[in-house]
């Protein structure tokens, strides 16, 4: 059972080249509509474990082709020249080590979507492996337009998810959770959009973070053992990436978000109590045990207004929020 926000829109199917299909855990950004044959949405690829971003305007694409690409060649920079003991660019350190942080990417193509080409980057799908994805978008810093923007835009931008974005410099455009249902073993789905995020208060916000991590209703006494190691394993991820912020002076991210996954299959396997040693004989290979990196997934994407650092300095604006972020995700593990 599913509920949710949005209508139940019944797309007629984009006519989509062989061996590709619409993204089915999308939760926010462009999408296909019923009625614009030119809104293009993100595509599974047949290649296993990867998807397909439409770039955006001709401005967008090169800032995020860009982007990923000098990924690409600083990741590749810095392995060389340590394996030569050369000298590397100024900042490619930094920029290697953001590699971490960012879905891999594997180059970009060109293909015909309801016979317009567009172009599209291959990158890995985060929510790749996981049998029942919990997926949130949000969206990072109080500032959300760039500094090319137009006064028009930055009026737009500014009028959008006022509250959430001044007091705490995030906001959330869309997510998806499995819950439990009623019905012992069932789950049910709930997926909201952008004007939910909007109708937010930061009370609001941080009730419905409970809720995407499963926790809402516990506290640290009652909360079952997989949402624990959840929350401390989605803040180990976020404070290493406020780590690197606060180390680069390279990069200023406008409008960029953090994709939240996980996978509740795991989690609620982990929530069990650990099988009887007796019964199961020491050879037992019991989840717990695994890297909880396995199916919990914080990365940063959108880098379609990706600048360069503006007098060097360092990136406040998107460190605003990931430290609000933080202090949410850690009110509701210490609650
Ligand atoms: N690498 C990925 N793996 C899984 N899901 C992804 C990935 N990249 C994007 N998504 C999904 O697609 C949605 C939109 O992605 P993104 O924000 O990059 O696009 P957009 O907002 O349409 O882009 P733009 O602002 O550049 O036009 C995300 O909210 C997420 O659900
Ligand atoms: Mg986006």
């Not at 060649?73 to 930094?94: H, R």
């Not at 209703?217 to 990436?241: M, N, P």
């Not at 409008?255 to 650990?274: F, G, N, V």
């Not at 695994?290 to 880098?303: A, L, T, Y």
Request: charged residues 20%; proline residues 6%.
């Amino acid at each position: 059972m599913a509920r949710n926000d949005q209508k139940a829109v019944h797309l007629p199917s984009p006519a989509l080249p062989v061996g590709f299909r619409q993204f089915a855990t999308q939760v926010a950004g462009h999408t296909f509509e019923a009625t614009n044959a030119a809104a293009v949405g993100l595509l599974q690829d047949s290649v296993a474990g990867c998807v397909l971003k439409p770039l955006g305007k001709p401005e967008c694409e090169v800032r995020e082709l860009n982007f990923y690409e000098s990924l690409a060649s600083a990741a590749v920079a810095s392995t060389a020249a340590g394996a030569m003991a050369e000298a590397k660019a100024p900042g490619d350190n930094d920029l290697a080590a953001l590699s971490r942080h960012v879905p891999r990417f594997y180059g970009h193509l060109k293909l015909v979507v309801n016979q317009r080409e567009h172009t599209f980057v291959r990158l890995e799908d985060l929510t790749s492996g996981m049998q029942q994805p919990c997926v949130m978008d949000v969206k990072m810093g109080r500032r959300t337009w760039d500094p090319m923007s137009s006064p028009h835009k930055r009026q737009v931008e500014e009028q959008k998810y006022v509250i959430c974005k001044q007091k705490l410099g995030l906001c959330l455009p869309g997510f998806l959770v499995y819950l439990p249902a009623e019905e012992p073993g069932k789950t049910v789905v709930l997926r909201h959009g952008k004007d939910y995020g909007k109708s937010l208060n930061v009370a609001g916000f941080r009730q419905t973070m409970g809720i995407f991590f499963n926790a809402s209703t516990s506290d640290s006494k009652t909360r079952a053992a997989g949402s624990e190691i959840l929350l401390r394993e989605v803040l180990r991820q976020l404070q290493e990436i406020l780590a690197w912020f606060k180390r680069q002076r390279l990069l200023h991210f406008y409008a960029s978000s953090l994709l939240i996954c996980y996978d509740y299959a795991r989690l609620s396997s982990e929530s069990q109590p650990p099988p009887s040693p007796l019964l199961n004989g020491h050879h037992q290979h019991h989840q717990c045990s695994e890297d909880p990196s396995e199916w919990i997934r914080v990365r940063m994407i959108d880098f379609a207004h990706v600048y360069p650092a503006e007098d060097g300095q360092p990136d406040e604006n998107y460190m605003f929020g990931l430290q609000s972020l933080i202090e949410v995700v850690r009110s509701i593990l210490y609650r």
